[in-house]
């Protein structure tokens, strides 16, 4: 496989792997409707609390539910913006 080949093909791969228009709305309709999932209110909990070390303690958790490092710091980052943007709106209230 010479050089170029194996590019094009991490090339295809990574926007392969992009979130689409679709999805990204069909996901949002879903989180409006359905709202957190058990663990995930576990974690907003968390953040409210808060405390010294709460980072580590939601990411701590959130591997253990979910598996790996990357999926553990999205995850976190996501509540955290569910998060803000509960705050943001009592604040507009």
Not at 16 to 25: F, I, Y
Request: hydrophobic share 35%; proline share 1%; aromatic share 8%.
């Amino acid at each position: 496989m010479t050089q170029e080949h194996f590019h094009s093909h991490f090339i295809i791969y990574y926007q392969s792997q992009r979130l689409g228009k679709r999805t990204a709305l069909c996901r949002e309709i879903a989180r409006e409707v359905c709202g957190l999932s058990p663990y995930e209110r576990r974690i907003l909990d968390m953040i409210k609390t808060g405390g010294s070390a709460a980072d580590k303690r939601i990411y701590k958790f959130a591997k253990r539910r979910l598996g790996t490092h990357k999926r553990a710091i999205v995850k976190r980052e996501d509540i955290k913006a569910v998060n803000a943007a509960q705050r943001a709106k009592a604040a507009g209230v």
